[in-house]
């Protein structure tokens, strides 16, 4: 057996104990879950489907379509609006032009999503800075409504994302042999030719890597649908929180998490099949 | 090479001793900002000047603290600050010592509403009632009735908490013939609310940043935080409607297992002296939860500043905590079912 082979051992351990972990974890949400809850206490009650039968109601449903839209919605609006970005900042030579480009880019990723939600508060209200914008512009004659509501969360949430995906597009972009446009170039294609023939298709690995980390991420949302949303924009993970944490009832809670869950896995199965034909794109 | 050692060890030692000087200290759970501070400033130091123990504080939300307490195998803290409700799921898991109010000779003085459990004493109260933007609001609504919140001219301007349900709950069943534990008497009432509520704020900041942006001019607020946005010079106006408005206490307990009960004890007595008392209301415009504390009779004067026995007795709506402790999840997944969506 040679060193590596050893090693492999003691290198695959601590992943197979942090999946152990997680697993663990799962079973512990997945068990609450079947448990009844008990007012006003803090333990749980016998074997009950009760948590699950519950969530037929409209309020469950409607909590669950919108997670889902909100991360299909912010997953192509990211990818659009990142896109380019990436690609600016991958092939622009003027290094001030560079540097420029990264900050903007991906300077959001450090404020933290609390700050930049907080910023959105102001920008997006009645009286901020959009609407005073737009009123003294004579297009409005009343404050257009943003707050508290899916356009508003959306927003918050692309811009929350976008750095995450510019960076993952940048890596894909990076990593494209230029010698595959040049030659597109010499048999005599144009730039959009050549970016729709040669370099959109060699970047999509990193198109379905961005777009997939963009839906999940966006699935677990919390911070930013609860405080734009302001409760009018349920999701799993505000309704998780209003109904399970803040009243102690663990049992729902665990019940939203592992339907949420369910979905998100059944979501990123179907995504899976849809784009199978594009991942073999790209491989050089 | 000596001096390397010696160097070590002095750190060392500075770092044990840092340790060891944390251990003796009285450990309190409290929220963090302004309460951790006024607790440290009107309560703490005084203790620290009279027994010479440090206090030292660990922070947290009111849930997060209550999950990190339950999941413990030994207490974190000594004493914990909470809200009374709160504090009943506290005593329901066996997180506190059934106090001996014989070793705090300032109980005597502690009013009746402040007495919360056999686990629990108030630290200081606050009302649930109305703050409005007088510029932002017609001239003719001045709230002096809880029933005004559901003027038409207040469509898209109201925010009540979106944690706790129980005042606007109790408010809409009170108007209803009925009180919390007849709460259903209310849901129609409430259902009617429905087009005036614009938002459900998610904690005090975003409570504040709302009303002072003009976002939700009106709300179900927390009058300590009302004061607060007054004191930096918002134009927010609070009332109590004739009706009174919704109690809260902050309770202060001793935490099962704590090793410095007779230390805890003497802290809660210096919490609940006629000086300390007096200095929270002139800071943050609570209510004294003591029958002695003297009170600036300008403080005295505000609206939600319960100073008498015939204050607390009619504006104060009392909603029992046991109640509140075993309703809440059943009021927040009917008011998220319901009015929320």
């Known amino acids: 057996m040679n060193m590596y082979s050893r090693l492999r051992g ?7 104990i942090v999946a152990l972990c997680i697993c663990v974890a799962l079973f ?7 448990r009844a809850y008990i007012p006003g206490s803090l333990d749980v009650g016998g074997f009950t489907l009760a948590n699950f039968t519950g969530l037929g109601k409209s309020i469950y449903r409607d909590a669950l379509w919108n ?7 912010t997953m192509v609006f990211s990818l659009l609006l990142a896109y380019p970005l990436a690609y600016a900042l991958v092939r622009v030579r003027n290094r001030a032009l560079k540097s420029v480009i990264l900050i903007t880019a991906i300077t959001p990723l450090f404020l933290g999503e609390i700050v930049r939600t907080y910023s959105w508060i102001i ?18 004659e009343f404050p257009v409504d943003m707050m508290f509501t899916h356009f508003g969360v959306l927003v918050a949430l692309v811009h929350v994302t976008i750095p995450v995906v510019v960076l993952m597009l940048a890596a894909a972009i990076a990593h494209i042999d230029r010698d595959y ?3 597109a170039q010499s048999l005599g294609a144009g730039p959009i030719r050549i970016f729709l023939t040669v370099t959109l298709p060699l970047s999509m690995p990193g198109i379905l890597a961005s777009s997939t980390t963009a839906f999940a991420w966006t699935f677990s949302a919390f911070a930013t649908p609860q405080m734009i949303g302001g409760g009018r924009v349920p999701t799993i993970s505000t309704l998780i929180y209003q109904l399970g944490f803040s009243s102690m009832n663990f049992p729902l809670a665990a019940s939203l998490s592992i339907v949420g869950l369910a979905l998100t896995a059944v ?4 995504f899976g099949k849809l784009t199978a034909r594009f991942k073999h794109i790209g491989g050089h | 090479m000596i001096r390397k050692i010696v160097t070590t060890g002095l750190v060392l030692g500075m770092l044990f001793a840092g340790a060891a000087r944390a251990e003796d200290a009285l450990v309190v759970s409290t929220w963090g900002g302004n309460f951790r501070d006024l607790i440290d400033k009107y309560i703490g130091q005084e203790f620290t000047k009279e027994t010479g123990v440090p206090v030292k504080y660990i922070t947290g939300g009111t849930m997060d603290r209550l999950n990190k307490a339950k999941l413990a195998t030994t207490p974190e803290s000594d004493i914990t600050f909470t809200t009374s409700q709160v504090g009943m799921l506290y005593a329901n898991s066996n997180l506190f010592e059934k106090l001996d109010t014989s070793k705090i000779p300032n109980y005597a003085h502690v009013v009746p509403q402040a007495r919360i ?4 004493i108030g630290s200081w109260a606050y009302l649930y009632t109305i703050a409005y933007r007088p510029d932002l609001v017609p001239k003719s609504i001045t709230f002096d009735s809880w029933s005004d919140l559901w003027n038409p001219a207040l469509k898209g301007k109201v925010a009540v908490p979106d944690w706790d349900p129980s005042h606007v709950i109790a408010v809409s069943a009170m108007l209803s013939g009925g009180d919390a534990g007849s709460w259903q008497k209310g849901e129609a009432k409430l259902k009617a609310l429905k087009p005036n509520l614009k938002a459900f704020y998610t904690n005090d900041a975003n409570s504040e940043q709302l009303i002072s942006t003009g976002e939700t001019p009106v709300q179900v607020m927390l009058s300590m935080n009302a004061y607060y946005m007054i004191g930096q010079g918002s134009n927010i106006k609070l009332v109590i409607p004739k009706e009174g408005a919704i109690l809260g206490v902050d309770t202060m307990s001793l935490m099962k297992g704590s090793t410095k009960a007779d230390l805890a004890y003497k802290f809660m007595n210096i919490a609940l002296s006629s000086a300390a ?5 002139a800071a943050e415009k609570t209510s004294p939860v003591v029958d002695d504390a003297s009170v600036d009779p300008k403080d005295a004067a505000l609206p939600g500043v319960l100073t008498t026995r015939d204050q607390w007795n009619k504006e104060a709506i009392v909603i029992p905590d046991k109640l509140r402790a075993e309703k809440m999840a059943e009021w927040r997944k009917w008011f998220t079912e319901n009015i929320m969506n």
């Open chain 1, 10 to 16: 003691w290198l695959v351990s601590p992943s197979v």
């Open chain 1, 67 to 73: 997670t889902l839209i909100l991360s299909i919605e």
């Open chain 1, 123 to 140: 920008a997006l209200g009645s009286n901020g800075f959009i609407n005073s914008m737009l009123r003294k512009l004579g297009l409005v």
């Open chain 2, 117 to 120: 459990s056999p686990y629990q």
């Open chain 1, 267 to 270: 979501s990123l199965w179907v």
């Open chain 2, 277 to 281: 008392q007096a200095k929270i209301v």
């Open chain 1, 181 to 183: 446009e040049k030659a």
């Open chain 1, 28 to 34: 512990t949400v997945f068990q609450f879950s079947l």
